[in-house]
């Protein structure tokens, strides 16, 4: 087998390789899902206190 012929196959190989690899898309949408969905309970539960902590920390800031 001469080296260009060898040296095809490898590349489309490759290629073929390279293009079928697509992820795990329905994986990232569930990781997605879920932590907007841990925001959202986090922010219902705590938005009280989440907000006092970021107007201290707003005041500190801007007032010495």
């Known amino acids: 087998m001469n080296i260009a012929r060898h040296l095809y ?3 489309t190989s490759w ?3 390279l293009s ?3 992820g795990d ?3 990232w949408v569930l ?3 879920m932590t907007a969905g841990l925001v959202t309970a986090i922010w219902l539960i ?3 206190q989440l907000t006092q902590v970021l107007n ?3 005041s500190s800031v801007s007032q010495p």
Do not use: F, N, Y
Request: net charge negative; charged share 40%; aromatic share 0%.
């Open 20 to 22: 079928s690899d697509r």
């Open 9 to 11: 196959i490898r590349v």
């Open 15 to 17: 290629l073929e390789d």
């Open 31 to 33: 990781v997605t899902v």
């Open 56 to 58: 201290r920390a707003i």
């Open 46 to 48: 705590a938005d009280d």
């Open 25 to 27: 898309v329905p994986g």
